[in-house]
């Protein structure tokens, strides 16, 4: 099956289960100011939870856009090392609001998974974690749906504080909150990892397909936690995720979808070899840079469209390693329309803009991506130890635009690391000098940057949303 097909089975089955469907909210959190990016179905749903808003419908199915790439989910650093990490992917998801609780929910998602007439997986390949205590759930899928009992994991138990673990979701410090139930396929022994629960769970072969969460409690200020009178439903399963499983590869980065993005920017990029990290990147990058681009997002130097600055300069930077020189990056826009447009007609709508902003990008950071590399090797062909001082990524952020993750990646591929705290003393001097100069009246800081160089104004935390950039 290929994504789309699944993307619209899902639809149909829950729709037949009497769920309306919703579409995807945009990138940019509508109606919630302390989030960078749109990274769960749920988020569009979030005062339906509350009991703050109430829709025609109690029963909710979605494919949602997902940006995880700063913030409290953060899977940039995963992107070209894993198997199943995106910075953009979307979210399949049913909800319930105060309607139908575990039973009903356990019951969907395994018969849409396994039912011969919807995803037909096999059984034993598939395994469930539940949270610690919670009773009820394992007793569904033990007794109910009939998992064998060792497929069926309790997390949460030995981590200390309760409620404290993976396991157990919330959405705040305080507010609506409760166990967790995943699900996840086992992509056999060839591949490196360890159940759920284990020691080795961060490997690749088990991967996490579909995570339940029922929102069960209130959680008050005080810590105490108080049944919710009409207790909720909350899914995700990653299309992605499910596709790769259905089509029997292992990696994300092989399925239908994928395949094409990545042909496209071997070709454009002009090299041959596949299966590369950073022509995975690349293909990684260019959706959620024109999701986000689509949604309204621009680069800048602060807030979201740092995020995106960062996220097309690292696909540059990857692009240059395959040997591209020059902007070459916004060319996948038109491969991504082709591929996403039918479920996303923006990427369409939208091409000339979302090529336009990546193009204008990457022809300024060409400018000096090629210079701050020549830098940075001649540093560390001096370099002693295995940490880059704190003025080499300074100096290439600060004259040449190489955003910190940007150089921590290049670091991470050589086995080396960062002086952070340096960096920081660095980043302090320079806003010192800012304010004793504009003090003056005058902003010699501006005055002194150079035409295409730097028109960065800081790596910093956003003052207003307190996220780190
Ligand atoms: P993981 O533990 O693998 O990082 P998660 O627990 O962080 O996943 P959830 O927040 O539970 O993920 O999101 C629900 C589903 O969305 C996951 O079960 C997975 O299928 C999918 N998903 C999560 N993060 C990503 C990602 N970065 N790229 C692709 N799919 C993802
Ligand atoms: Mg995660
Ligand atoms: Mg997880
Ligand atoms: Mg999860």
Request: charge should be negative.
């Given at each position: 099956?290929?994504?789309?097909q699944?993307?619209?089975?899902?639809?149909?089955?829950?729709?037949?289960?009497?769920?309306?469907?919703v579409?995807?909210?945009?990138?940019?959190?509508?109606?919630?100011?302390?989030?960078?990016?749109?990274?769960?179905?749920?988020?569009?749903?979030?005062?339906?939870?509350?009991?703050?808003?109430?829709?025609?419908?109690?029963?909710?199915?979605?494919?949602?856009?997902?940006?995880?790439?700063?913030?409290?989910?953060?899977?940039?650093?995963?992107?070209?090392?894993?198997?199943?990490?995106?910075?953009?992917?979307?979210?399949?998801g049913?909800?319930?609001?105060?309607?139908?609780?575990?039973?009903?929910?356990?019951?969907?998602?395994?018969?849409?998974?396994?039912?011969?007439?919807?995803?037909?997986?096999?059984?034993?390949?598939?395994?469930?974690?539940?949270?610690?205590?919670?009773?009820e759930?394992y007793?569904?899928?033990?007794?109910?749906?009939?998992?064998?009992?060792?497929?069926?994991?309790?997390?949460?138990?030995?981590?200390?504080?309760?409620?404290?673990?993976?396991?157990?979701?919330?959405?705040?410090?305080?507010?609506?909150?409760?166990?967790?139930?995943?699900?996840?396929?086992?992509?056999?022994?060839?591949?490196?990892?360890?159940?759920?629960?284990?020691?080795?769970?961060?490997?690749d072969?088990?991967?996490?397909?579909?995570n339940?969460?029922?929102?069960?409690?209130?959680?008050?200020?005080?810590?105490?936690?108080?049944?919710?009178?009409?207790p909720?439903?909350?899914?995700?399963?990653?299309?992605?995720?499910?596709?790769?499983?259905?089509?029997?590869?292992?990696?994300?980065?092989?399925?239908?979808?994928?395949?094409?993005?990545?042909?496209?920017?071997a070709?454009?990029?002009?090299?041959?070899?596949?299966?590369?990290?950073?022509?995975?990147?690349?293909?990684?990058?260019?959706?959620?840079?024109?999701?986000?681009?689509?949604?309204?997002?621009?680069?800048?130097?602060?807030?979201?469209?740092?995020?995106?600055?960062r996220?097309?300069?690292?696909?540059?930077?990857?692009g240059?390693?395959?040997?591209?020189?020059?902007?070459?990056?916004?060319?996948?826009?038109?491969?991504?329309?082709?591929?996403?447009?039918?479920?996303?007609?923006?990427?369409?709508?939208?091409?000339?803009?979302?090529?336009?902003?990546?193009?204008?990008?990457?022809?300024?950071?060409?400018?000096?991506?090629?210079?701050?590399?020549?830098?940075?090797e001649?540093?560390?062909?001096?370099?002693?130890?295995t940490?880059?001082?704190?003025?080499?990524?300074?100096?290439?952020?600060?004259?040449?635009?190489?955003?910190?993750?940007?150089?921590?990646?290049?670091?991470?591929?050589?086995?080396l690391?960062?002086?952070?705290a340096?960096?920081?003393?660095?980043?302090?001097?320079?806003?010192?000098?800012?304010?004793?100069?504009?003090?003056?009246?005058?902003?010699?800081?501006?005055?002194?940057?150079?035409?295409?160089?730097?028109?960065?104004?800081?790596?910093?935390?956003?003052?207003?949303s307190?996220?780190?950039?």
């Amino acid at each position: 099956m290929k994504s789309a097909q699944i993307r619209e089975a899902f639809f149909r089955f829950f729709e037949q289960n009497g769920h309306t469907q919703v579409a995807s909210s945009s990138l940019i959190p509508a109606n919630d100011p302390t989030l960078l990016f749109t990274n769960a179905g749920m988020n569009q749903f979030k005062d339906c939870f509350l009991g703050l808003e109430k829709r025609a419908y109690q029963r909710a199915v979605s494919s949602q856009k997902c940006v995880r790439a700063g913030g409290k989910h953060n899977d940039l650093e995963n992107v070209g090392y894993t198997a199943r990490h995106h910075t953009f992917f979307e979210m399949l998801g049913n909800f319930s609001f105060g309607d139908y609780f575990k039973r009903d929910a356990i019951h969907f998602a395994w018969t849409f998974l396994t039912s011969p007439d919807w995803l037909a997986l096999p059984k034993d390949k598939l395994w469930i974690t539940v949270y610690a205590n919670d009773d009820e759930a394992y007793a569904i899928w033990a007794d109910e749906i009939g998992v064998p009992k060792e497929r069926i994991i309790r997390i949460g138990d030995n981590k200390g504080a309760p409620y404290a673990s993976d396991n157990f979701w919330t959405m705040g410090d305080t507010g609506p909150c409760g166990p967790c139930s995943e699900i996840f396929y086992d992509h056999g022994a060839e591949v490196a990892g360890g159940p759920p629960g284990s020691a080795e769970e961060d490997g690749d072969r088990y991967i996490e397909i579909w995570n339940l969460v029922f929102m069960q409690f209130n959680r008050s200020a005080d810590g105490s936690m108080d049944p919710l009178p009409a207790p909720s439903v909350d899914t995700g399963m990653g299309l992605e995720r499910i596709s790769a499983v259905l089509q029997r590869v292992h990696s994300n980065y092989e399925i239908d979808l994928f395949q094409s993005l990545l042909n496209a920017a071997a070709k454009v990029i002009g090299c041959t070899q596949q299966g590369q990290a950073s022509l995975k990147v690349v293909a990684d990058h260019i959706r959620s840079c024109s999701f986000l681009i689509a949604d309204g997002v621009l680069p800048s130097n602060e807030g979201r469209g740092y995020v995106l600055r960062r996220i097309i300069r690292r696909a540059c930077r990857h692009g240059h390693k395959l040997g591209a020189r020059g902007a070459f990056f916004y060319q996948l826009a038109f491969a991504l329309a082709k591929e996403m447009g039918a479920a996303y007609p923006q990427l369409i709508d939208q091409q000339a803009h979302i090529e336009r902003v990546l193009q204008a990008e990457e022809e300024q950071f060409s400018k000096t991506l090629e210079q701050g590399l020549k830098i940075l090797e001649q540093d560390l062909a001096d370099l002693k130890g295995t940490e880059i001082p704190g003025e080499t990524v300074f100096k290439l952020y600060d004259t040449y635009g190489f955003p910190y993750d940007l150089t921590a990646d290049i670091a991470r591929e050589r086995g080396l690391t960062l002086d952070e705290a340096g960096f920081e003393r660095e980043m302090d001097a320079q806003r010192e000098r800012a304010r004793a100069a504009s003090s003056f009246g005058v902003d010699y800081t501006r005055l002194l940057k150079v035409e295409g160089t730097t028109d960065f104004l800081g790596y910093q935390q956003n003052a207003a949303s307190g996220q780190v950039i």
